[in-house]
């Protein structure tokens, strides 16, 4: 190898190398794109539009990606046995298309290089490895979140709803109410009929 070919396989390693290893899974954009059109038309309905299931099972997180470990896992047995309904009918494209969105749900990045049906090109697509880093991504995020606000205290509930009896954990009637601060349980649906209780306004303070 000449001096300067061997600078510049030096310079592509520092390069790879400075780079962190990243790189992109295999899928572009738009077959991202087209495959969660695709997904609504024909997974969503049993797997959930959020891939959450609950019909079938669901389709993200990493144990499921570990469980279908490549691409190449994941495309033979969707390609022959998906949708229930028409198995192995949608065609390779959308398959594919299928498969990265997919992919990029569960945090994979897109690139410039198209998914293709080449066996060897899939079997060394790592589906753990590729959405391990949107895993890792989205976990600060939902650490960040903030804490849901707590509900308003109920208000107490008309004698009139009541007819008179008390209420399962409630003051019996005549009795002064609990503090506003107090958590008051929840009216039984069979005490309000099937009806919305009115919101009691507490009279003002002379």
Known sequence: MSLKLKHLAVAALAAA????GAHAAGFTAEQAAAGQTAYNSNCAQCHGKQLEGPDAPGLAGSDVMQNWATAGGLFDF??????????GQLGDETYLNIIAYIMQFNGAQPGDEPLTADADKL???????????GA????PAAAAAPEPTTAAAATTVPQAFT??????GGPAPGEAAAPAAATTPAVPQ?????????????PAAN
Do not use: C, D, N, Y
């Open 17 to 20: 190398l400075s780079s962190g």
């Open 78 to 87: 969707i390609h022959v046995a998906m949708p229930p309904s028409a198995p």
């Open 123 to 133: 079997a060394a697509i790592s589906l753990p490895a590729e959405t391990q880093a």
């Open 136 to 139: 890792a991504a989205a976990a």
């Open 163 to 168: 007819w008179g009896k008390q209420l399962p």
């Open 190 to 202: 069979a005490f309000t009929w099937g009806k919305t209780l009115p919101t009691v306004t507490a």
